[in-house]
């Protein structure tokens, strides 16, 4: 089966891509890190790393969702700390930055607004701000927001919780607690394995963060935080709302992940291996009905299937971005799908959820594992806060086998 | 007839040999004289103008003119535009620091600051009678001669020198004078003229160091240096490590830090003046040269290249093995390219070129010095290496063959030359610090006056590239923290250099002058028969302050050298690291002192006639005793406390073994306190941590 891209002229040059691991939250110096900058300075090295150039880039598509010292600056500021005066954009759509950020700097090299243009996500939970918002109609008048933990705990459109989302669908979908404790236990095993085998040191890169004197402070070398856990434990633990525990949904992280976006040509010149080809051949959101954010993926997904007509066999590696257990379980059950055939290299539930790099750290694993595998389509999808679910598909050329 | 192992650099500025200035007793020229040339007479004496006297350069070479010229009460003129930013107020500060308030303002009386539209010269400058025209204005040929034209139009005898960044000579129609960074206390200029003129014997006599190089599109310096700077930025451009990284490696493994230098100079004229210099080699040899991308955007903006203080750097770049091959074939490759360049061309003197480098540029050995201890066949293979990542260098300006004289003398003897009448031969130090590459020079050039069957020796600086000597080179003892049996081999073999002074030669004499002799270098000095100094030379052993223990022979052999009355002096100089007058060393650390050319006349009678002339300073041979307890000046400071238990136990265990013990039972406190915490929390251990640790 031969699938059209939607972005024809748009190509990811293989191996130029990284990102850094995700300590969870307070857990390392990116605790104390502008973030921004930090992930700018990370995407010339990772990008050095990768023998590319940073003056190859003519274009930067950012991302990130917790509000930045100097956010306000943007693309070209993140472009400048990462050495390259580029203009572009930043963009921000809670948990579908990431992989939103990677379509749109397809978009622009299919537009012919870049050549090759760089796609940088990050996004630091730890020491989140607190927004101060004047709020005449509110009784406080002013109102104090922290802005993950308060976000997290209400969706002003439904006036639920997060968490909520997760139970709501789970009772929807009559998912079993049994089964998301052995989803999540697989999860934990298949991550390890990944960073056993070394899969993880091929799209990680171990990074040292410097003090104002400019000493190193701390490394960057883990996904701090991660620790096996045995069934047992997972039965044993309270049930927050249906089928979430503390050990069935993800914790917050810190990190930043880049990849670049071109031309078939320069995608040749820039990658290490040129006889590799990546595609982006479609992207989909969708929107569940209020407070059921955990079904919203798989609603993308087979809006997705239906529309570049493939089908879940001819997907080669499968990934879902999954802050709730509940969420893999749903697209299980409603694609009829094998939950053990996906997210084989560890996933969100397992190494956190940092927000914005998520889905872009997921879709690098997602293409290396493609391309490990000897080419094919990577379906890589997930939730976002709204409610909504996003889905894109990549193909690797046939054969590339790094 | 003169004969030497190569030439003296002071011949390539007219000032023929330093034998010739022994054997004739005065120096080739002398300040008051040059004056007279350059200025004329007093009572029809013309004067000094600088023109774009308020710029970088223009108000810098003021201070310098107008301090060395103050007893010569030469007016100076300081021209600029009326609307100009003042750069001369600014430099009183600096100038009164360094010459005390009365000579500032003293200075200040001789400077007369005169403004014109750039078309009109003022009037009144005709009755100042201008002599010499040293221009400094913005780096724009058309401009200059434009100037010139203004000037010999209306002062026609006018002498006229361009401070200029990289127009060569022949296009401007005038000399050339390049300075080096920092104006006001730099004393380096390259020169470019047909015959090396009076005013540059003058700057020469005014103790500033003219060094003659060849009339090309940028001059010896600005290949370094900004050479260094387009290697640096490809390697930027290849690897995405950010400049201050860079500059850090770069200082590691060479010494400069080039980004760093362009902020310090003023990034905005700096990028400006680097780019410039950068495009015309470029068009002259190709991609070599070409600026990057990122420097003609500096250029542009005039931004600065390290971060902002709000951005100090977060991530960490490390080079790791082969991350460091790969740096050194950008770096080295094309440095050792554009030498060959300049070697091919004749562009200077060797050790004029290898100087330049170490003393403008801050590299901790000169592009040549590194290319001939790494062999021809090295060299070159770092250069092909260089070519594979940037092919388009490979197409021109590379001269390979530049590297096939490795054995001639100009190449082995950058830094120490030696000249002979047949009679009586002169040793000449031509680099500042010691190192190992003056240690293999110096012998060298023991053995070349040995097999020329010389037996009389005067061992001095150069009285070009060295106006003072400073001692050892520090850099060389980073490895020594570390590595006992590397300070242990340093003292060894370099006192056993020093030794051969005393041994092999019937007579052997130092000559101390300029500002100072001091530490490793006053060591070398003493191991002659005879040490002849200027009355004025500062003479001193300030290794207790930084602190190391002195390693070739200071702690025992002035002992063995001078009755027990002299001790204490000796001690005190050791231990409190303070500086003594040469006149007041006579007796106890020197033979003889006097002013200026009579001390150069005894130098040369001790040289010839010997013991004739003065009895030799015999060495005790065997052990002494020496009091543990002297006198000296109280300090609270422990570390100078403890550094100087440390000097005089070494004091008490070399002179209490025989001489010819003593040299290993020296070499093994010095090296044994190099690898203590002490040294390591002072100068050295601080600069090594600095330098070394990136
Ligand atoms: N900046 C350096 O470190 C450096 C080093 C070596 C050589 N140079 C050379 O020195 C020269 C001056 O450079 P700078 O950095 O000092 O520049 P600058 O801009 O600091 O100073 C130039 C000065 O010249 C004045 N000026 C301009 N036109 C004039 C004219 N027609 N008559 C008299 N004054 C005039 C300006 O008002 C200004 O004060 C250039 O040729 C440059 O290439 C500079």
Redesign the interface.
């Known amino acids: 089966m031969n699938v059209e891209s939607i972005f024809p002229k748009a190509h990811i040059p293989y191996g130029t891509w990284g990102a850094s691991y995700f300590p969870a939250w307070q857990s390392s110096p990116l605790a104390e890190v502008n973030i921004g900058q930090f992930a700018g300075e990370a995407m010339a090295y990772i990008m050095g790393k990768r023998k590319v150039p940073m003056n190859s880039l003519d274009y930067l598509v950012s991302g990130s969702t917790i509000p930045w010292h100097w956010k306000f600056w943007g693309s070209p500021f993140l472009a400048s700390c990462a050495g390259q005066r580029v203009p572009g954009y930043h963009l921000e759509q809670a948990c579908a930055t990431g992989l939103k950020a990677i379509f749109a700097a397809a978009g622009a090299v299919q537009g012919g607004l870049a050549n090759v243009s760089g796609v940088l996500t990050f996004d630091r939970t730890s020491d989140s701000p607190v927004g101060v918002f004047p709020e005449r109609r509110s009784y406080e008048r002013t109102v104090a927001l922290s802005d993950v933990w308060d976000n997290f705990g209400f969706d002003p459109a439904t006036g639920g919780a997060m968490i909520a989302t997760a139970g709501n669908a789970a009772r929807k979908h009559k998912i079993d607690r049994k089964e998301v404790d052995e989803l999540t236990f697989l999860r934990y095993k298949q991550y390890f394995q990944a960073l056993d085998s070394g899969f993880l040191a091929k799209v990680l890169v171990p990074l040292e963060v410097l003090n104002l004197q400019g000493k190193v402070m701390g490394k960057i070398d883990s996904d701090a935080g991660v620790r096996s856990i045995s069934l047992e434990a997972l039965h044993s633990q309270r049930e927050l709302d249906t089928c979430v525990t503390s050990g069935t949904q993800t914790h917050a992280s810190d990190g930043m992940a880049t990849m670049l976006v071109t031309t078939k040509e320069k995608a040749r010149e820039l990658s290490s291996q040129p006889d590799i080809d990546i595609q982006i051949i479609g992207l989909v959101e969708a929107r569940a009905l209020p407070s059921l954010m955990a079904e919203a993926p798989a609603m993308a997904v087979k809006k997705l299937l239906q529309q570049t007509g493939l089908t879940m066999n001819d997907i080669a590696v499968v990934k879902d971005h999954n802050p709730f257990a509940v969420n893999d379980a749903i697209f299980a059950k409603e694609l009829n799908y094998d939950w053990h055939n996906m997210n084989k290299t560890g996933c969100p539930l397992v190494w956190g959820h940092p927000q914005g790099p998520t889905l872009t750290r997921l879709s690098i694993e997602a293409l290396q594992e493609t391309v490990d595998l000897g080419g094919g389509y990577a379906l890589v999808f997930g939730c976002a806060a709204g409610d909504v679910g996003i889905a894109g598909i990549f193909k690797v050329s046939e054969g590339g086998k790094a | 007839m003169i004969k030497s192992m190569r030439q003296s650099t002071l011949e390539t500025i007219g000032l023929g040999s330093v034998h010739s200035i022994f054997s004739k007793g005065k120096l080739p020229v002398n300040a008051a004289e040059q004056v007279d040339k350059v200025f004329g007479p007093v009572g029809n004496r013309g004067s000094l103008v600088i023109s774009g006297a308020n710029g970088i350069v223009g108000a810098g070479k003021l201070m310098q003119f107008g301090s060395r010229l103050k007893d010569y009460n030469i007016p100076i003129v300081a021209l600029d535009f009326p609307g100009a930013p003042d750069g001369i107020t600014p430099q009183y500060k600096g100038l009164a620091s360094s010459f005390g308030k009365k000579n500032a303002d003293e200075i200040m009386a001789n400077v007369i600051r005169l403004n014109y539209d750039g078309n009109n010269l003022p009037s009144l400058l005709k009755s100042l009678n201008p002599k010499f025209l040293l221009e400094a204005i913005p780096e724009i040929l058309n401009v200059k001669k434009a100037h010139f034209e203004l000037f010999r139009s209306n002062f026609p005898g006018i002498e006229i020198r361009s401070v200029t960044s990289g127009f060569p000579s022949k296009e401007l129609g005038v000399g050339i004078y390049h300075p080096a960074f920092p104006h006001q206390i730099n004393k380096i200029w390259e020169v470019v003229e047909n015959e090396p003129s009076e005013i540059t014997k003058l700057l020469w006599a005014l103790g500033m160091i003219p060094m003659a190089v060849s009339d090309e599109w940028s001059f010896v310096l600005d290949v370094l240096f900004c050479g260094l700077m387009v290697s640096a930025l490809r390697y930027?451009?290849?690897?995405?490590?950010?400049f201050w990284k860079i500059d850090k490696y770069i200082r590691k493994f060479f010494g400069p830090n080039p980004f760093r230098a362009h902020d310090v100079i003023g990034a905005k004229g700096a990028n400006f003046l680097t780019w410039n210099c950068l495009h015309d080699l470029s068009t002259k040899y190709g991609d070599l040269f070409a600026p990057t991308?990122?420097l003609v955007?500096h250029k542009d903006s005039g931004q600065n290249w390290y971060p902002l203080n709000h951005?100090?750097?977060?991530?960490?770049?490390?080079i790791d093995a082969a991350g460091s091959m790969q740096f050194n074939i950008w770096i080295l490759g094309s440095l050792f390219q554009m030498t060959s360049l300049m070697i091919h061309e004749k562009r200077s003197h060797f050790s004029i070129m290898n100087s330049v480098g170490e003393l403008c540029a801050q590299f901790r050995k000169g592009t040549l010095a590194l290319m001939r201890n790494m062999g021809a066949e090295q060299s070159k293979r770092i250069v092909e290496a260089y070519h594979k990542l940037h092919p388009e260098a490979a197409l021109n300006a590379w001269h390979p063959e530049a590297l096939d004289n490795l054995d001639s003398n100009d190449w082995k003897q950058l830094y120490v030359n030696a000249e002979h009448d047949g009679e009586v031969g002169v040793i000449t130090l031509g680099r500042e610090a010691y190192n190992d590459d003056v240690n293999a020079e110096l012998n060298r050039a023991i053995d070349w006056l040995k097999a020329e069957n010389i037996h009389k020796v005067i061992l001095t600086g150069d009285f070009h590239l060295t106006t003072q000597l400073v001692g050892a080179d520090t850099n060389e003892f980073f490895p020594a923290l570390d590595h006992h049996n590397i300070g242990y081999r340093i003292s060894y073999q370099w006192s056993k250099t020093a030794r051969r002074l005393y041994h092999e030669f019937e007579t052997s004499v130092a000559f101390i002058n300029g500002k100072r002799c001091l530490g490793g270098m006053l060591e070398l000095f003493q191991h002659c028969h005879y040490i002849v100094t200027d009355d004025d030379s500062d003479l001193g052993a300030p290794e207790v302050n930084l602190p190391v223990v002195p390693g070739m022979e200071m702690c025992h052999l002035p002992f063995r050298r001078t009755g027990s009355d002299n001790w204490a002096k000796l001690i005190k100089l050791l231990l409190e690291g303070r500086s003594v007058k040469g006149k007041d060393t006579v007796g106890w650390l020197t033979d003889y002192s006097a002013q200026g050319e009579a001390a150069i006349k005894m130098a040369w009678e001790l040289a010839s006639k010997g013991e004739l002339a003065m009895p030799k300073r015999k060495i005790h041979e065997s052990s002494l005793y020496i009091p543990s307890f002297y006198p000296t000046a109280p300090t609270e400071n422990k570390n100078i406390l403890e550094a100087r238990k440390a000097i005089m136990d070494t004091i008490l265990a070399s002179c209490g073994a025989n001489y010819h013990e003593a040299l290993k039972v020296q070499s093994e406190c010095s090296a044994k306190f190099m690898t203590s915490d002490l040294c390591r929390k002072g100068f050295v251990g601080q600069e090594a941590e600095k330098t070394m640790n990136v």
Do not use: H, Y
Request: proline residues 11%; charged residues 20%.
């Open positions: 930027n451009r290849a690897t995405n490590i950010p991308e990122a955007e951005l100090r750097p977060m991530v960490n770049t490390t």
